[in-house]
């Protein structure tokens, strides 16, 4: 609290990201990051423009990027929104699209940024609880809103919503922007961006930290029709003209060109997740059912906090929030499969407390 | 306008930035880039840090490059406030240190982002008019107000505060944080940075895209008392965990640290502008006094506009304001001598038409 901060300053509950400590030999499942590098392309695309050139804007239109993610996506380019991170993009979402009279409908279990947005910007919001098994009811969002938004999967459930609900709710809702925000959508998922043109009220949201492993890169993006997309470039233009710099647009255009190895690290991720959940299961954990790099599990025998805490002691960071519903679980990234070894290792070192 | 639309997003009126066109043999002069390349140890530290390490997100408080602009200025990293440009880190200083009830103050002929961020926040705000010679004059200041913002040296305008009007500027608003905000300052300016110590209302803020060379990378800061950082942190935590990526944390920390490539290449602007002050006086221009890296000027013989376009012809570009009291000038970038050369070439060959 201080004289010199405006009422938004003081009021904000921020957001906090989750950890990233520097710890010798820590086995780091906790930010949902990708175990792989990024594209070799990337990184050379990024190299090529390590140059002069960096003392020149870049374009504040990022053209040479969108065109390589409507390509990548079918879509036109007058559809492609971006930004410096996909939650940058969500921010310009959430003021330009989603702040109206009526009340903005989220999950109450979900990404935990949407509430700390609506602080930033005076958006109402109520949230609707998921169904017991954590899972998205479309059918609970009947309510007049001015605005619907999810992860898809959800975080950090992981669990997956059907395309024909999404078709459902876009059809039932046609006055609000329906937001889905699949940052976890290519380790299983269904894109909803087919969707986009028959429905006017559709806005899908992509990153590239997670199956494209460049969260260091802080670039991410959304698709629309282009209506909703010019809503998001005012709102941009009155922010910051030029979000992504020289080197983002050039690693971030490769990215989305590599898609041979986009598709092969995706896959092994998948895999991973797959062996992950089983060996879990094994050790007695019940584990949500995930279409994303991480799994939501928890276990009879541990107290949710305490098992984050006995891991850490072990050098496995993994993620733990004190919310209700949910406390009892962690959220684990899926790494490689000898990351994940070193995490079961860990778990059956650690005696069960009930 | 749209129904999907917020409020805010219809009523906006977006920034235009200058103009960043493809042109073979374009001289530009518009966007007040540096004509030198960024240090080369910065370029080093980029290629240094394209690696897989890219999968990771940043540090999200950047305590590497706070560091390294603390040792520069000789202050504490607390004091330190960081962003993806200084143009995000005024859009996050309109937010949370100037939305008040009383109306923010800044000059009638400014940064024109300045009106675009109290539209996009809702900030009420008065413009207090320049002398005729376009000077600031602190006593016009004395009016009751929520904050009070310029750039020194002025832009588009390039003159100079004298330290001694800011200090009492700061003096007599004690209630306001009055931002300084010194994009500019390397180029002939004495910074306001060694008064945050005995004044808890100010903030200086600076960039790296001008003076450093690195427009293309996208790295501000805002340098005041720790209780203000605090209020920004708040803002920026609340907005994108993590605005600045690997790659420009590691340029902007070399390029903050290599003060001697820093001091030749802001001299060698500083004597080219010198240089060129004294050519277009030669020529008839009215040259303002400037300690930026740009030149504000105007010729009775020529109309500002139409000289923008026959320079534009002739493959030069400046930039030039549709605004009242300034719509004569031009804002011309110094560039390298035989830029600026080039420029006067163009000037000589273009007849006067009054």
Known sequence: ????????????????????????????????????PPSPRALEAIRQAT?????RYPDPDANVFKAAVARFHGVQADQVFVGNSSDEVLAHVFIGLLKHDLPLLFPDVTYSFYPVYCGLYGIDYR????????????????????????PNPNAP???????EDIEALLKA???????????YVDFGGTSAVPLVAAHPNLLVVQTLSKARSLAGLRVGYAIGQPHLVEGLERVKSSFNSYPLDR?????????MEDTAYFDRTRQAVIASRVRLTARLE???????????????ARHPGHDGAALLQALRDRKVLVRHFKQPRIDQYLRITVGTDAECDALLGALR?????R
Chains 1, 2 share one sequence.
Not at 134 to 149: A, C, E, H, K, T
Not at 157 to 163: I, K
Not at 286 to 294: D, G, K, Q
């Open 1 to 36: 609290m201080n004289r010199y901060w405006s009422r938004v300053a003081q009021q904000l509950t921020p957001y906090v990201p989750g950890e990233q400590p520097q710890i010798d030999g820590l086995v780091k499942l906790n930010t949902n990051e990708n175990p792989y």
């Open 51 to 55: 140059n002069e050139t960096l003392r």
């Open 127 to 150: 949230t609707v609880p998921l169904a017991d098994d954590l899972s998205l009811r479309v059918q609970d969002y009947g309510q007049p809103n001015g605005g619907i938004i999810f």
């Open 157 to 163: 459930t992981g669990r997956l919503l059907p395309l």
């Open 173 to 183: 809702n046609p006055d609000s922007v329906v937001v889905v925000d699949e940052a």
């Open 247 to 255: 080197l983002a647009l050039a690693g971030a255009t490769a990215a």
């Open 282 to 296: 094994e050790l007695g954990f019940e584990v949500l059912p995930s279409a994303a790099n991480f799994v939501f």
């Open 349 to 353: 070192d650690i005696p069960p407390t």
